[in-house]
Structures are given as structure tokens and as C-alpha cells.
């Protein structure tokens, strides 16, 4: 099975292609090809297939095999590989995931996609949408008690849920601690993303992830959103803002017309075969 390893800010994914290779269980090809000791190593796989309604479709599944709606810095990825590797003219595009069709705008620079623009769609708020079990229509800077310790959080569903805490500094935090707490709180039925964040100015933020099914990473695209619209909806920012993440920056528009647009970079590691049992030994 041939694989490409790409990357949006260091938030690194497997791409397999369904128009030429077959993938029997994407779950147990995910938990292998991901693992960083034994696999290529990832925070994920992300498989790119026909779609009837749009150029490409993206199925994206977590480091430990589960399934996930969406990823910003993922699908960003896909638009860069649908371009250059002929499945879609450019440098617009669309893209269906299970978070509804994306749209994205390419970036060239002699030939090749360096940046994608991504029309994230419109955030959601209810409770519902991320699912989340806290009382009221929408939650925003609200008292919960997760571990132990009371913190006040802000809940963005992006087609994905995410739970957003501002923080005096991200740095000073242990997220192999306190990231799980978040994702498997009680009051996340589906588990959470969550973003821990400092406000540095009207314009710019800087933030740390733990995601949902992967752990650390670098950067969470949708994340990123989630964290714009979070921001914007305490008044702590404007709905235009610089988001600074551990794998670099990412540009967010909360517009007008009420949906995100989200602008980042999009690298082309390295391409190979995997077996095709989609495994590897395991650990003696």
C-alpha cells in the first residue's frame, strides 16, 4: 500500500489515496502505520476517496484507531495532495468530510501548494452540537469542576467538539495530566478537544492542545477556529486574530457572513509502502 507523510504545522497525518490503493480496516491501519516506534509515525491517518458530490472526500481517523469528524491542519493537507497529484484542478476546491464540504483556496509558489485557505463553515454553540451535557443554550465562560479543579471554559463545536480554557500561560501547564482529565470528563459523552490559551493581545494568541484520540500535537486546525471564536465571544479579541501554536502560526477570521476562514501551511514529507496487512508485528 502506498502512503504519503504530510504535515500542517507539524500536526502530521498518513495520507492514503482510495483512487489507486484499498484499505480493508482503517481503525487497525491507523493504531500501526501512527505508532512512532513502529509505524511511520502520526497523529493519524487520513484516507482521500472518490466523492459524488465534491472534487474529494477525506476520512480521518486518531493515532489510537478511533474515528474523527474533522481536522483543520488535515484537511489542508488533502487540498495540497488532490492538487498535486491530479485529482483535482485547483486551485479552488471542495471537500467533503463528515463535518459537512469544505472549501478551500490554494496558495502556489513555483508550482507547488504552500498554503491552503480553508471556509471552516459557521461555528456551533449548543451544547448539543459538541455533545456536551452542561446546562444552558450555549456555553461560554462557564464554572465546571474537571479533576479536582475548578476552571472556567468555553465549548465550539467545528464540526468536532472543542473545549477552550484561557490560561495565564499555556507553558506552565502538564498536559499528559491535565488533557485527559478534559477529554474523558463526564460531561463530554463523545470526549473533547481541548485548547489551553493566553490572550497576548487583541490580535494574537498563543495556545497548547490535547486532542481528542491523539494526545499532544502541534497544532489542531480546527482547533485553532474554535479557539478564534472562543475568544472573540468573551471580548477578549477581535474576530481576526493570530493564533500561535507549538508547530507554528495559523491566520482565523471569524467573518461576518459568520463562518471561519482559516489560512496555513501545507508540507509534503515523504512518500512509501506499507504491507499490506496494514500491521505491524507486535511487542515481544
Known amino acids: 500500500m502506498k502512503f504519503t507523510k504530510m504535515h500542517g504545522l507539524g500536526n502530521d497525518y498518513v495520507y492514503v489515496s482510495l483512487f489507486t490503493e484499498r484499505v480493508e480496516n482503517a481503525g487497525k491501519l491507523s493504531a500501526s ?6 509505524g511511520v509515525g502520526s497523529d493519524g491517518l487520513i484516507l482521500i476517496a472518490p466523492s459524488r458530490t465534491c472534487d474529494v472526500r477525506m476520512e480521518m481517523y486518531n493515532s489510537d484507531g478511533s474515528r474523527a ?8 493537507c488533502v ?18 468530510t463528515d463535518a459537512g464540504v469544505k472549501r478551500a483556496q490554494c496558495r502556489f509558489e513555483a508550482g507547488r501548494v504552500v498554503a491552503v485557505r480553508i471556509d471552516m ?14 446546562p444552558g443554550n450555549r456555553i461560554v465562560d462557564h464554572p465546571v469542576e474537571i479533576g479536582g479543579q475548578a ?13 477552550v480554557v484561557f490560561v495565564p500561560n499555556p507553558a506552565d501547564l502538564d498536559l499528559s495530566v491535565i488533557g ?17 490559551v493566553r490572550v497576548d ?11 481528542r484520540g491523539a494526545g499532544a500535537t502541534q497544532a489542531c486546525g480546527t482547533g485553532a477556529c474554535a479557539v478564534a471564536v472562543a475568544s472573540s465571544l468573551n471580548g477578549l479579541t477581535r474576530r481576526a486574530i493570530t493564533a500561535t501554536l507549538p508547530g507554528g502560526d495559523l491566520e482565523l477570521e ?13 508540507v509534503e514529507v515523504f512518500s512509501g509502502d506499507w504491507p499490506d496487512d496494514g500491521a505491524r508485528p507486535a511487542a515481544p
Request: proline content about 10%; hydrophobic content about 30%.
Open 151 to 163: 476552571y472556567r471554559i468555553t465549548c465550539v463545536s467545528m464540526g468536532n467538539p472543542h473545549a
Open 254 to 266: 471569524w467573518a461576518d457572513d459568520g463562518r471561519v476562514y482559516m489560512t496555513g501551511p501545507a
Open 79 to 96: 487540498a495540497k495532495y488532490a492538487v498535486e497529484h491530479g485529482l483535482a484542478g485547483g486551485p479552488e476546491l471542495t471537500i467533503e
Open 33 to 38: 502505520i501512527s505508532d512512532r516506534h513502529r
Open 69 to 76: 469528524e474533522m481536522c483543520g491542519n488535515g484537511i489542508r
Open 121 to 134: 463553515g459557521e461555528p456551533a454553540l449548543a451544547p448539543s452540537s459538541l455533545p456536551c451535557t452542561l
Open 180 to 196: 485527559p482529565r478534559f477529554e474523558n470528563a463526564p460531561c463530554f459523552p463523545q470526549r473533547t478537544n481541548t485548547h489551553f
Open 201 to 211: 493581545s487583541p490580535a494574537h494568541v498563543t495556545m497548547r492542545t490535547w486532542e
